[in-house]
């Protein structure tokens, strides 16, 4: 990852996130036509899974919470400051992240901005 780019998890995101617990950046193929098409999406998972995984890679994070990417996504995130945070809601917790709604097609098409603006 470039210079100063990670993966943050705010206090709340590092409080709810259990021991066990891995966060996932997967990728969702979306077109028959175009097999890059996709999108990314951030779910929760347990650390056994996404360590034996061989579709996911290790996120370079602060501190210790286990963050990975989906192959497919990883060169997209990478060299991206991403931060993570998790709310509470009806006794559910949900980790969201600061990438656009979109991120995944817009990588694909290349309308993202650049890592570093």
Do not use: K
Not at 19 to 40: K, N
Not at 51 to 61: A, I, L, N, Q
């Amino acid at each position: 990852m470039g210079e100063g780019r990670t993966v943050r998890l705010t206090p709340a995101a590092m409080e709810q996130l259990r021991d066990d617990e891995a966060l996932v950046f997967d990728w969702h193929t979306i077109a028959i036509c175009c097999a890059a098409a996709g999108d990314v999406s951030l779910r929760r998972t347990t650390r056994a899974e996404a360590e034996r995984s061989r579709s996911f890679v290790r996120m370079p994070g602060e501190g210790s919470a286990p963050v990975y990417a989906h192959r497919r996504a990883y060169p997209h995130l990478a060299g991206r400051a991403i931060t993570v945070d998790c709310r509470r809601s009806l006794g559910m917790r949900r980790f969201t992240s600061d990438l656009p709604a979109d991120f995944g097609l817009r990588s694909v098409f290349g309308r993202l901005p650049a890592p570093n603006s």
